[in-house]
């Protein structure tokens, strides 16, 4: 994969070696079924949310690393393009966590967890 993420307000942009694979995202339902008092049920269909999930970014460097964490800091949305796979990229806000680890097997590349809720551009 070919990322690069650029935060909205102008503070710049990341490009991590890669998006590690498995790409995994979710998109919540927002149905709600009410049960009936005679039995049976109705349901209220409501469309689902945008994509969510957790970002898995890989960088070599752990100055790029800490850019990027630094970056995700930010109160701004961000554009993830990706251009060998066009589907992956989106628009986003950071959700709960951003994790910056080193990876624990080879000690050489940083792995940021950023989690991520798509938003209407």
Do not use: K
Not at 75 to 90: A, N
Request: net charge negative.
């Amino acid at each position: 994969m070919s990322v690069t993420i650029t935060a909205a307000n102008g503070a710049g942009s990341t490009t991590p070696i890669t998006v590690l694979s498995p790409y995994e995202t979710t998109r919540n339902s927002r149905n709600i079924v009410h049960d009936l008092v005679g039995g049976g049920i109705a349901v209220s269909l409501v469309a689902p949310r945008p994509r969510s999930g957790t970002l898995q970014l890989l960088y070599d460097d752990e100055v790029d690393a800490n850019a990027a964490l630094t970056l995700h800091a930010e109160e701004t949305t961000f554009t993830l393009s990706e251009t060998s796979v066009p589907s992956v990229s989106m628009q986003y806000v950071v959700e709960g966590d951003v994790r910056l680890a080193l990876e624990d097997s080879t000690l050489l590349v940083w792995i940021l967890n950023v989690g991520y809720q798509e938003v209407s551009p």
